[in-house]
Nanobody, 118 residues
């Protein structure tokens, strides 16, 4: 499985960005697509995930500001980020997880940098 993320960049506080991730290869349903983020010296943390039945899960810190969506036909996952804050600055990783039916394997993209200036 390969994941190609895009859409990161530099934005002022209060601005918006949309991240996209194209997933290809051995894709099997049910599955979970999502976004995690990491800043230097800290552990990678959840931003948002969405299962193939469209159940979404958000970190408390992004609820009400970020929206995750997915296109099962195109095997894409998106993260719409609004009202961005400097503390959202991080390297954002696309994530793909197979269900326990398929061995629970997880895959990561290369990361896309989001920088929010104050």
């Amino acid at each position: 499985v390969q994941l190609q993320a895009s859409g990161g960049g530099l934005v002022q506080a209060g601005g918006s960005l949309t991240l996209s991730c194209a997933i290809s290869g051995d894709i099997r349903r049910p599955d979970v697509m999502g976004w995690y983020r990491q800043t230097p010296g800290k552990q990678r943390e959840l931003a948002a995930t969405m299962s193939s039945d469209t159940t979404a899960n958000y970190a408390d810190s992004v609820k009400g500001r970020f929206t995750i969506s997915r296109d099962n036909f195109r095997n894409m996952v998106y993260l719409q980020m609004n009202n961005l804050k400097p503390e959202d600055t991080a390297l954002y990783y696309c994530h793909y997880q197979l269900s326990p039916l398929w061995g629970n394997r997880a895959y990561w993209g290369q990361g896309t940098q989001v920088t929010v200036s104050s």
